[in-house]
T-cell receptor, first 113, second 117 residues
């Protein structure tokens, strides 16, 4: 079945760049997503990328997609303590005429002041 | 401001009790979902619904049931709670347009942390 893999932990110093990596298996994925979960809260969509794009930039966030290797990354420039959260990679897959999201296990980003 | 509200943030129940987790959304979304979140396992889909009175099993439906009597409300039911159902439960919703276009944005509630003793 569909699978999304990401490392569980990442620790960076405030002001450095963070790079969170993800691999996925469904080559027919249309969209790939990054969700952010702050402590004690639900998930919020951070950004997404169409599968026909290689890169998407939004302020401090850069998403890179390598379709050949099925690799997705999220780069956060000038990481701040407020960026400490769990980041989930997700992909769409189709089943029974509808689309579902498959989530990775989440990467917990810790920002050291 | 869009909102998905889960009525209970924290619950403590005993083994064998019946548990209701309520979720209400105010965005007129057709689609609603229940996930559980466990450390090291991420999010796993329990049940989802694309319409009133409609339900579909997700990846881990065993030990759970759901009810969708009204469009805005999706309830998760644990008929007889067990200790292995101790978890964080997350409700989410999305619009039908999002689902069929596969743009896929889900709106999540803040979660209900259930402890079964």
């Amino acid at each position: 079945g569909e699978d999304v893999e990401q490392s569980l932990f990442l620790s960076v110093r405030e002001g450095d760049s963070s790079v969170i990596n993800c691999t996925y298996t469904d080559s027919s994925s249309t969209y790939l997503y990054w969700y952010k979960q702050e402590p004690g809260a639900g998930l919020q969509l951070l950004t997404y990328i169409f599968s026909n794009m290689d890169m998407k930039q939004d302020q401090r966030l850069t998403v890179l997609l390598n379709k050949k290797d099925k690799h997705l990354s999220l780069r956060i420039a000038d990481t701040q303590t407020g960026d400490s959260a769990i980041y989930f990679c997700a992909e769409t897959y189709s089943g029974a005429g509808s689309y579902q999201l498959t989530f990775g296990k989440g990467t917990k980003l810790s920002v050291i002041p | 401001d869009v909102k998905v509200t889960q009525s209970s943030r924290y619950l403590v129940k005993r083994t064998g009790e019946k548990v209701f987790l309520e979720c209400v959304q105010d965005m007129d979304h057709e689609n609603m979902f229940w996930y559980r979140q466990d450390p090291g396992l991420g999010l796993r889909l329990i049940y989802f619904s694309y319409d009133v009175k409609m339900k579909e099993k997700g990846d881990i439906p065993e030990g759970y049931s759901v009810s969708r009597e009204k469009k805005e409300r999706f309830s998760l039911i644990l008929e007889s709670a067990s200790t292995n159902q101790t978890s964080m439960y997350l409700c989410a919703s999305s619009s039908e347009e999002e689902r069929t276009s596969a743009s896929g944005e889900l709106f999540f509630g803040e979660g209900s942390r259930l402890t079964v003793l």
